[in-house]
């Protein structure tokens, strides 16, 4: 099933039958991925008058709430409502939702005790590409990181110029392999957020972060057409599924 995309003065044909999947799923329990110090979801049949509500217990339906917070328990996007007092909900911000993408796989430098995605090392993976939206792959880039408890692992993150070049490049919408882009324990600061989104000057409101996604070994640097998948919360941010397609040649 190909599809052919007119973008300015570019043809671009993908293949919509070959979705490559970047999400990480909300799973009930301690296997799912984990962050910012709160217990994992739960995904649990209702009780009405001391009666589980699930086909197993003999009810009629599957009838199951769940309980998980966005930015903690897997792939999630956001706007910057996440950082500011105004509602910038993601489902109205998010208007428009496919985007020329680059993959890019970086590996985290030493700063002191941390590990950081610098400008240079964006530069270096980029190039003179203008990009719509980059995702970001980390190495070592293993399986775990679908399942990783992150609280209190000081994760790599990306340096404010390297946030800089990011914006002057144009970029609109940042994928992620960590739970943030900013530092686990920066007393409050977030500098990746707010100099992404300019929240000291004209505000970037159509602008997204999308964190905790999982790129695939089998999937190559370089361009896709990415589909953002977004569920429909009114919120500063909502679980998403980002999904690349291969542009073909």
Known sequence: MLATIQLKSRKLKIDLSQPLDISIPIRHGEKNVNAWYIGPPKIE?????????SVSE????????????????GTHTETVGHIVQENYSVNKVLKQFF??????????EKLMDD??????????AIGNKQREAI???????????????YSNTNWPYLTQ????????????????????VDR????????????FWNTKGSIRKEATITEFIY????????????????????NDAAPSRPILYKVLD
């Not at 003999?58 to 309980?67: K, L, M, P, W």
């Open 161 to 180: 110029d390297a946030i800089e070049y990011l914006v002057k490049k144009g970029v609109k919408h940042l994928l992620f392999d960590q739970p943030s």
């Open 45 to 53: 049949p209702e009780q009405f008058d001391g009666e589980i509500v």
């Open 99 to 108: 985007f020329l993408a680059e993959v890019i796989t970086v590996a985290p």
């Open 215 to 234: 790129v695939s070994n089998k999937i190559k640097d370089g361009v896709y057409m990415l589909n953002l998948h977004v569920a429909p919360f009114e």
């Open 58 to 73: 003999g009810a009629s339906v599957n009838f199951n709430t769940i309980t998980f917070n966005p930015h903690s328990h």
């Open 115 to 124: 590990l950081v995605i610098s400008a240079k090392q964006l530069r270096f």
């Open 184 to 195: 686990e324990k920066d007393g409050g600061e977030l500098r990746a957020h707010h100099t």
């Open 135 to 149: 995702v970001v792959r980390t190495i070592p880039n293993l399986q775990d990181k679908k399942t990783m408890q």
